[in-house]
C-alpha cells in the first residue's frame, strides 16, 4: 500500500522556513528547541531528498 503524503513540497519548504523565521526570533524555549530542531532536519532531509533546497530565510535588518 502506498503512502500518501498530504503536503507538497512548496508546504514542507514553507515549513522549514517557518521553523527558522521562529527559531531566530526566540519563538521556542530551551526545551522545545531539540524537538523542532528534530522536526526541522527531518523536513530538510526529506527536501533534500528531492534536490529541493529549504527554503531561505532573511537575516533580520539591523538598524544602523
Known sequence: MK???PLTDKEYQALAQLIDMACRKGAYGAPETAVV??????????LQSKNIPPAKT???KKNE
Not at 37 to 45: F, M, P, V, Y
Open 37 to 46: 530542531g528534530a522536526l526541522w532536519n527531518k523536513i530538510a532531509q526529506y
Open 3 to 5: 503512502e500518501s503524503n
Open 58 to 60: 532573511e537575516e533580520p
